[in-house]
């Protein structure tokens, strides 16, 4: 496993941007394909997007398409998530995660291993 720690949470207005990053530990990072989750209280953690191991191929859920963007430096053992026109239901702990799996995984069963969290608080 490599191990994650995200930061760049905070408290916003509805229509702010946030940069959020994993900054990653372990020689094997390249290798993984890496992905950002949400989960507010009483729900299922969601998928929000995902990069490939190259940094080439990603995806979106719906809610994140054409307002977020999911890039990753594996010089620097990174993955930025930079979130633009927030809204309240964006209000959630974001989660980065690592899985060794192939193409279009999504689902938190895919994913390896987990970061804490950061959390994000949007008001309106």
């Known amino acids: 496993q490599v191990q994650l720690v995200e930061s760049g949470g905070g408290s916003v207005q509805a229509g702010d941007s946030l940069l959020l990053t994993c900054a990653a530990s372990?020689?094997?990072?390249?290798?993984?394909?890496m992905g950002w989750f949400r989960q507010t209280p009483g729900k299922e953690r969601e998928f929000v997007a995902a990069?490939?191991?190259?940094?080439?191929?990603?995806g979106y859920a719906e809610s994140a398409k054409g307002r977020f963007t999911i890039s990753r430096n594996n010089a620097r053992n990174t993955v930025n998530l930079q979130m633009t026109s927030l809204k309240p239901r964006g209000t959630a702990d974001y989660y980065c995660?690592?899985?060794?799996?192939?193409?279009?995984?999504?689902?938190?069963?895919?994913?390896?291993?987990w970061g804490r969290g950061t959390q994000v608080t949007v008001s309106s």
């Open positions: 372990g020689r094997l990072f390249s290798s993984y394909g």
């Open positions: 990069v490939d191991f190259s940094g080439r191929n990603t």
């Open positions: 995660a690592a899985t060794r799996g192939g193409k279009g995984r999504r689902n938190t069963s895919d994913f390896d291993c």
